[in-house]
């Protein structure tokens, strides 16, 4: 996956839990709950989601690292690699 | 169901002499001649949390301590915060607010709620927080129903959620905003306010009788309900911290539940200051290793969290707890929701404590069952009846009267004998409610339980439909009346889902309009309308489609039936959901 492929995945993962989001207007580098609402429970349902959709499973450890998208692609894209899934 | 039996009791070592008192004889005189009074002869909770400490020799103590996103703390002394809430209290003054009028915040946890909450009672204000993560309906209801004068709040959240609803608050004079930036058109800059006024004042001469704090708790129907609190109330409240939580003056103590909610105002506020502590206060929302960090680094002694948090940390591993020296750590306590009993022993096997579950309302204003610090713990217990409190488990009789049921194991209404000092006075504007939640000299807690053979109380479930999602109760009709508003919903029922980690998820059955097609789109596109008037903590995380809801003759969806099916039980049988089936009769009364 691409760069570009893992930050739509994110996006669509992120408008599954909170569809009200615009998602062209995300800041890429502040973290999700300092830009809309988005509690404990959003973030948990999100952080699953990904891992469902990416087919991995995201330890629970590894959380803080999804917290905004930038985050997530760099992280995910590090995890897909090591998991070889390219 | 209880599990009662399947979890050993966890046996205290009997070595440690319990502190004088905790083996003293109880009584509320004597707890009320604890506290220091008002020189008038009143009581103001300000005066118990922080003037009496801002002396010479205390006033340098840290009272909170707030801790940021980088993690570096922000002290606020005793003297600091008497001062600041003089501050706060004279631009009230300022204003015009007097004795009885409320003033609300609308804030995450940063140092203005705490001045705005404890300024507020100086006046003699009433004050009631908002939880931050509530939608523009729910604000709305409340400012409005709580009849709100003034509002302290941020620059986001005003934009955001606040902004919009300013032509429907009509009595909303004032509204504050924090931070330096110009305040957008109809605020006033909170900072500048403050640096203006000065540092020096009293309290209002409130008696323990006196309107100190209003918190709102949704109704299984209609609006939700404003429950006032005294300022007598800190009686209750002082005496449950030393006596539930095991609260010393010399602690460090960490309170993870938000202001918005009860548990963060009487005990992430009020009773830790009344003693003396020192409070961390993190700004942050969950994170598994930022809370042990923050456990190791400001060597917490006494924590109380909530079951969702425990749960969370438990998924998060304990290898993750053993990279921290949590070795301060003296006590653990939760709320919110009743704790399985494998997460009292994770707490022991990994922590190196049990969590001490407790039990208490919003309208109780203060811990009223609990697993003290003296008393062995029953994994998945409530505990006893804290000195000072009588619990019961009651029925309804066929003429409207209770009767208590005195045989152990016996599941029924939980209730406590009126007339402890934190006892709600009120559901604002509502006497009618009020009058309803008492029968004779009980308060009915609408929480179904049964008591065992050795006094310890047991959660079996809610004898009506209020939902329980992360510790906070969520009212189905809230959340009902705003899918109704979506044009492509005919009808809608809403029920707690159960959830592994938040005991219970919010979930929609909705039933469509002519014209319209159940989609993943129209799934997403009313998901959004919800969370947009909601907020997340309150809308639905599920929705599901269904074009034939359970109704009752007259026409009202059966919540139960819909949760039956939702549990895959069988459909005549839904007192699996409700505890005995004799106790069903008390499921309407709120």
Same mark, same amino acid.
Request: proline share 6%; net charge negative; with cysteine.
């Given at each position: 996956?691409?760069?570009?492929?893992?930050?739509?995945?994110?996006?669509?993962?992120?408008?599954?839990?909170?569809?009200?989001?615009?998602?062209?207007?995300?800041?890429?580098?502040?973290?999700?709950?300092?830009?809309?609402?988005?509690?404990?429970?959003?973030?948990?349902?999100?952080?699953?989601?990904?891992?469902?959709?990416?087919?991995?499973?995201?330890?629970?450890?590894?959380?803080?690292?999804?917290?905004?998208?930038?985050?997530?692609?760099?992280?995910?894209?590090?995890?897909?690699?090591?998991?070889?899934?390219? | 169901?209880?599990?009662? &039996?399947?979890?050993?009791?966890?046996?205290?070592?009997?070595?440690?002499?319990?502190?004088?008192?905790?083996?003293?004889?109880?009584?509320?005189? +004597?707890?009320?001649?604890?506290?220091?009074?008002? *020189?008038?002869?009143?009581?103001?909770?300000?005066?118990?949390?922080?003037?009496?400490?801002?002396?010479?020799?205390?006033?340098?103590?840290?009272?909170?301590?707030?801790? *940021?996103?980088?993690?570096?703390?922000?002290?606020?002394?005793?003297?600091?915060?008497? /001062?600041?809430?003089?501050?706060?209290?004279?631009?009230?003054?300022?204003?015009?607010?007097?004795?009885?009028?409320?003033?609300?915040?609308?804030?995450?946890?940063?140092?203005?709620?705490?001045?705005?909450?404890?300024?507020?009672? %100086?006046?003699?204000?009433?004050?009631?927080?908002?939880?931050?993560?509530?939608?523009?309906?729910?604000?709305?209801?409340?400012? *409005?129903?709580?009849?709100?004068? =003034?509002?302290?709040?941020?620059?986001?959240?005003?934009?955001? %959620?606040?902004?919009?609803?300013?032509?429907?608050?009509?009595?909303?004079?004032?509204?504050?905003?924090?931070?330096?930036?110009?305040?957008?058109?109809?605020?006033?800059?909170?900072?500048?306010? =403050?640096?203006?006024?000065?540092? +020096? &004042?009293?309290?209002?001469?409130?008696?323990?009788?006196?309107?100190?704090?209003?918190?709102?708790?949704?109704?299984?129907?209609?609006?939700?309900?404003? /429950?006032?609190?005294?300022? &007598?109330?800190?009686?209750?409240?002082?005496?449950?911290?030393?006596?539930?939580?095991?609260?010393?003056?010399?602690?460090?103590?960490?309170?993870?539940?938000?202001?918005?909610?009860?548990?963060?105002?009487?005990?992430?506020?009020?009773?830790?200051?009344?003693?003396? $502590?020192?409070?961390?206060?993190?700004?942050?929302?969950?994170?598994?290793?930022?809370?042990?960090?923050?456990?190791?680094?400001?060597?917490?002694?006494?924590?109380?969290?909530?079951?969702?948090?425990?749960?969370?940390?438990?998924?998060?591993?304990?290898?993750?707890?053993?990279?921290?020296?949590?070795?301060?750590?003296?006590?653990?306590?939760?709320?919110?929701?009743?704790?399985?009993?494998?997460?009292?022993?994770?707490?022991?096997?990994?922590?190196?404590?049990?969590?001490?579950?407790?039990?208490?309302?919003?309208?109780?204003?203060?811990?009223?069952?609990?697993?003290?610090?003296?008393?062995?713990?029953?994994?998945?217990?409530?505990?006893?009846?804290?000195? &000072?409190?009588?619990?019961?488990?009651?029925?309804?009789?066929?003429?409207?009267?209770?009767?208590?049921?005195?045989?152990?194991?016996?599941?029924?209404?939980?209730?406590?004998?009126?007339?402890?000092?934190?006892?709600?006075?009120?559901?604002?504007?509502?006497? =009618?409610?009020?009058?309803?939640?008492?029968?004779?000299?009980?308060?009915?807690?609408?929480?179904?339980?049964?008591?065992?053979?050795?006094?310890?109380?047991?959660?079996?479930?809610?004898?009506? +439909?209020?939902?329980?999602?992360?510790?906070?109760?969520?009212?189905?009709?809230?959340?009902?009346? /705003?899918?109704?508003?979506?044009?492509? =919903?005919?009808?809608?029922?809403?029920?707690?889902?159960?959830?592994?980690?938040?005991?219970? $998820?919010?979930?929609?059955?909705?039933?469509?309009?002519?014209?319209?097609?159940?989609?993943?789109?129209?799934?997403?596109?009313?998901?959004?309308?919800?969370?947009?008037?909601?907020?997340?903590?309150?809308?639905?995380?599920?929705? /599901?489609?269904?074009?034939?809801?359970?109704?009752?003759?007259?026409?009202?969806?059966?919540?139960?039936?819909?949760?039956?099916?939702?549990?895959?039980?069988?459909?005549?049988?839904?007192?699996?959901?409700?505890?005995?089936?004799?106790?069903?009769?008390?499921?309407?009364?709120?």
């Amino acid at each position: 996956m691409t760069d570009d492929e893992i930050k739509q995945a994110t996006l669509d993962v992120l408008s599954k839990v909170a569809p009200e989001v615009n998602v062209d207007a995300i800041s890429p580098d502040i973290n999700f709950r300092d830009q809309f609402d988005f509690d404990s429970m959003d973030f948990l349902n999100f952080a699953i989601g990904l891992g469902k959709h990416l087919d991995f499973e995201i330890p629970e450890v590894d959380y803080p690292k999804l917290s905004n998208l930038n985050g997530c692609v760099v992280y995910l894209a590090a995890m897909l690699r090591t998991n070889e899934h390219l | 169901m209880s599990r009662s &039996g399947t979890f050993p009791t966890i046996v205290k070592p009997h070595d440690r002499t319990p502190p004088s008192d905790v083996l003293a004889p109880f009584s509320w005189d +004597d707890e009320m001649r604890a506290l220091d009074g008002l *020189s008038s002869g009143g009581l103001n909770i300000a005066h118990e949390a922080v003037d009496r400490h801002a002396t010479e020799n205390f006033g340098a103590k840290v009272a909170l301590r707030f801790i *940021s996103q980088d993690e570096t703390a922000h002290d606020v002394t005793y003297a600091n915060l008497a /001062a600041d809430t003089n501050r706060f209290a004279n631009v009230l003054r300022a204003l015009g607010i007097t004795q009885g009028e409320r003033v609300f915040t609308l804030t995450g946890r940063i140092p203005e709620l705490y001045i705005t909450a404890l300024g507020t009672l %100086k006046v003699g204000g009433v004050y009631c927080p908002l939880f931050s993560s509530f939608g523009p309906e729910p604000l709305h209801t409340r400012l *409005s129903l709580g009849n709100a004068r =003034v509002l302290v709040t941020t620059p986001t959240l005003y934009q955001r %959620k606040v902004a919009a609803l300013r032509d429907r608050l009509p009595s909303l004079e004032h509204v504050l905003i924090t931070g330096d930036a110009s305040p957008p058109s109809g605020t006033q800059s909170l900072d500048v306010l =403050v640096h203006a006024a000065s540092p +020096d &004042g009293d309290c209002a001469p409130t008696g323990p009788d006196a309107p100190a704090l209003l918190h709102f708790t949704s109704g299984t129907t209609g609006a939700p309900k404003g /429950a006032v609190h005294v300022h &007598g109330a800190v009686l209750a409240q002082e005496a449950s911290a030393r006596l539930a939580l095991d609260l010393r003056p010399d602690d460090v103590y960490w309170c993870t539940a938000d202001p918005g909610w009860v548990t963060g105002t009487a005990y992430g506020l009020i009773a830790p200051l009344v003693l003396g $502590v020192s409070c961390i206060v993190d700004g942050e929302e969950f994170d598994a290793e930022r809370w042990y960090r923050i456990l190791e680094e400001q060597k917490v002694n006494v924590w109380y969290t909530a079951p969702t948090a425990v749960r969370m940390l438990m998924k998060a591993g304990a290898e993750l707890a053993h990279r921290h020296d949590l070795s301060a750590l003296r006590f653990l306590a939760s709320v919110g929701e009743p704790l399985n009993p494998e997460a009292v022993l994770w707490g022991r096997d990994t922590l190196g404590h049990p969590f001490h579950d407790n039990w208490w309302q919003t309208e109780t204003g203060a811990i009223m069952i609990a697993n003290t610090a003296v008393m062995d713990i029953k994994p998945g217990a409530m505990g006893k009846p804290l000195p &000072g409190i009588t619990a019961g488990i009651v029925r309804r009789m066929a003429d409207g009267s209770m009767e208590e049921i005195t045989i152990p194991n016996t599941v029924g209404e939980l209730a406590l004998r009126k007339g402890w000092p934190s006892m709600f006075r009120s559901y604002l504007g509502d006497e =009618v409610r009020y009058q309803k939640s008492f029968a004779g000299d009980w308060y009915l807690s609408g929480d179904l339980a049964k008591r065992d053979e050795d006094g310890y109380y047991w959660f079996v479930g809610r004898a009506d +439909d209020m939902i329980k999602s992360a510790g906070h109760f969520i009212g189905p009709f809230e959340v009902e009346s /705003a899918l109704m508003e979506h044009p492509a =919903v005919s009808e809608v029922g809403v029920i707690g889902k159960p959830d592994p980690v938040a005991m219970e $998820v919010v979930k929609a059955f909705i039933s469509l309009a002519p014209g319209y097609t159940a989609s993943e789109d129209l799934r997403r596109e009313i998901l959004g309308f919800a969370r947009q008037r909601l907020g997340a903590a309150v809308a639905p995380r599920e929705i /599901a489609f269904n074009a034939d809801l359970p109704k009752t003759r007259s026409g009202k969806i059966m919540r139960r039936l819909l949760k039956a099916r939702e549990l895959g039980l069988p459909e005549g049988d839904t007192s699996t959901l409700l505890g005995e089936p004799q106790v069903l009769g008390t499921s309407d009364q709120r």
